[in-house]
């Protein structure tokens, strides 16, 4: 009857364990939420960075082929160098805007702050390289006490002899 014993007890104490969830560490992050700042990053990016840049840097361009500086091509004229500036402009402005981004994201929750957001930092690469198993990443008071509380009210239920 004491293996019974010890085997329930050991039952109620992985049920309470498993049943016991962080109030703070909310591993859901609500997906609207990141829709919302995801499109949010994707518009001010192109406003704000690749279009200005890629204009820029068009301009710069058609100033230096029309001075003479750089050359036009004989068969498509400066069409390609115009194109390759403002390919380059807008790679580059939404390059410079991922910072950014990854401060909005990181304002969303714990989950970001450690690199398990849309793949940047830390969590970037193929799942069996991301340094562990996602868990509450605080320490806290109230976490403690409802983690005491569980685990003691699991060892105080009454077992059969």
């Not at 007890?9 to 859901?28: F, L, M, R, S, Y």
């Not at 997906?31 to 690749?50: G, I, L, M, P, T």
Request: with cysteine; hydrophobic share 30%; glycine share 14%.
């Amino acid at each position: 009857m004491s293996t019974q014993a010890t085997e329930n007890t050991e039952g109620a104490q992985v049920k309470a364990k498993a049943a016991w969830v962080c109030p703070i560490g909310d591993k859901h992050i609500h997906r609207e939420d990141v829709r919302r700042v995801w499109k949010e990053c994707q518009e001010e990016s192109f406003w704000y960075r690749a279009l200005p840049l890629s204009l820029g840097s068009m301009a710069v361009t058609g100033g230096l082929i029309y001075k003479g500086v750089w050359k036009q091509s004989k068969r498509f004229g400066p069409f390609p160098k115009l194109a390759l500036a403002g390919i380059l402009g807008y790679s580059i402005g939404k390059a410079s805007y991922i910072g950014t981004c990854k401060e909005k994201f990181q304002k969303l929750g714990p989950e970001f702050s450690k690199g398990y957001g849309p793949r940047w930092g830390p969590g970037f690469g193929p799942p069996g390289f991301r340094g562990g198993h996602r868990h509450c990443n605080h320490e806290c008071q109230e976490c403690r006490k409802l983690e005491n509380q569980e685990a003691g009210a699991a060892t105080a239920t009454p077992t059969q002899s």
